[in-house]
């Protein structure tokens, strides 16, 4: 058989097979029924932009890990700094001692951040405790207590961040009560955070303003130009801090480390996690060193910085810097090209947006309306051919492969796309046809 990375999708039966389906029967036993599973898909291997299940079905990756997997799955180089550490050190805990993958990791990141100045590092596991490590932050250095976040934003699940985001009420619902004094305007909006500022949030009593400069969960939203370096002035202005959420929007997915730079826009605080570690669990804030002033034992986390993860993140960082970030720019832009070649044949797609390699296809009714539905069925359909999509928003398709995705790649992806739109509409048709013909004979 092909490589599994130079192969192409290929479907040898239903799916899920036995085997899968033989999984999936003890998942559903011992799993928490929290999870959302989008499609019965159980992975037994991945490389580069291609999966295998556990019957031999190869599918076309473009969902990464939901953003995680950068620079492709089983990357040579990550694969080898990980055994590398693992035989030297692979737990000492950073909150106590000192080892180097950390320190030279948190150079790296402090370099790599945007803004002047010198910066320091906090190491967690994942976005949503950056997200926490950075509200304690953010209250520690301003003395104040309220903090502002946006619509359809999402930070995380535990609790700060949860309370932070305003994505869906079901990841709310039945878990207050939440974070207090936390306010939420509409993303994209500067008039809506200004008057919230001149009503119930006085801006001396704000400590920050958290903002994904695209919003990921909440549909791959991507904000008008004067919206970030509206925040910024408006932070400088009442000295609050502005805090960017680039846990699914950097390190190279939108053609630049930062997606914030598209704008020219730094944060005071930047959360970082996903991508940075190509699969590890490693998330990072990355702070100006005079915000990060909170003193010995106010933050600390057994095992954000691993120094494992430390050292898959360091060959992760070099290989988006040396190749994927620019090849995330240009595939990107092939993408978003043949799928705005899509939209004109289909009228289902309402709109392609996004940067790089982060795109949102959003889907639409033949009225018009948004169509959750007909959108969370185009992903099974897709499924089905051997390409894995995901859904944010209300009815957007994500799209976010691994930056190493190549030119035939895109070329696959757009073709079953196609096919995916191409059986819907005749689904569709069929079934208006079969109820107009019902109406008639009543």
């Known amino acids: 058989m092909v490589p599994l990375y ?19 029967e003890r998942d559903h036993r011992v799993m928490s029924p929290s999870y959302t599973r989008v499609y019965p898909l159980v992975v037994r291997r991945a490389k580069g932009a291609m999966v295998e299940d556990m019957d031999g079905n190869r599918f076309l990756d473009y969902t990464a890990g939901i953003a995680v997997i950068s620079v ?19 737990h000492m805990s950073g909150t106590d001692f000192y080892y180097t993958p950390q320190v030279r990791l948190a150079e790296r990141l402090a370099a790599l951040a945007p803004g002047p100045g010198p910066k320091r590092v906090f190491f967690t596991n994942s976005g949503a405790e950056a997200i926490e490590a950075a509200l304690k932050l953010a209250r520690w250095h301003t003395g104040r207590n309220r ?17 932070l985001s305003g994505s869906k009420p079901m990841q709310r619902r039945g878990f207050s009560p939440l974070v207090p004094d936390i306010h939420h305007v509409r993303y ?5 955070v200004n008057a919230l500022l001149r009503t119930i949030c006085p801006p001396e009593e704000l400590a920050a303003i958290f903002v994904e400069p695209i919003q990921g969960e909440g549909g791959y939203i991507v904000p008008p130009p004067d919206f970030l370096p509206g925040l910024r002035r408006l932070c400088d202005q009442h000295g609050v801090l502005l805090v960017f959420d680039e846990v699914q929007c950097g390190i190279g997915r939108t ?43 106010s933050h600390a ?3 954000g910085g691993n120094p494992v993860a430390c050292a898959a993140s360091l060959a992760t960082l070099r290989l988006v810097e040396e190749r994927y970030r620019a090849n995330a720019e240009r595939r990107g832009r092939q993408m978003r090209d043949g799928l705005n070649a899509l939209a004109r044949r289909f009228p289902c797609i ?93």
């Open 6 to 24: 130079r192969d192409e999708p290929r479907i040898l039966g239903p799916l899920p097979g036995p085997r899968s389906s033989a999984w999936l």
């Open 72 to 90: 492709g799955h089983s990357h040579p180089r990550v694969v080898e700094a990980i055994r590398k550490q693992s035989r030297r050190l692979i």
């Open 147 to 163: 903090a502002l976040a946006f619509m359809h934003a999402f930070h995380g699940r535990t609790y700060g961040a949860m309370s």
């Open 188 to 192: 994209g909006d500067l008039d809506s």
């Open 255 to 297: 053609g630049k480390m930062f997606a914030s730079e598209h704008w020219g826009v730094a944060s005071d605080i930047v959360c970082l996690a996903k991508g940075i570690a190509n699969g590890l669990p490693l998330g990072a804030i990355v702070a100006r060193a005079s915000v990060m002033n909170w003193p010995s034992g």
């Open 301 to 303: 986390s057994t095992f």
């Open 350 to 442: 309402r709109e392609v947006r996004g940067l790089g390699l982060m795109i949102g296809v959003e889907i639409q009714s033949d009225s018009g309306e948004l169509a959750p539905a007909l959108r969370d069925w185009m992903i099974d359909l897709a499924f089905h051919r051997g390409l894995l999509l995901l859904p944010c928003g209300t009815s957007t398709i994500r799209i976010c492969p691994p930056l190493c995705l190549t030119t035939r790649q895109v070329e696959i992806g757009l073709d079953l796309i196609g096919a995916t739109l191409t059986a819907a509409e005749d689904e569709i048709r069929s079934v208006k046809a079969s109820l107009e013909e019902k109406t008639q004979c009543r």
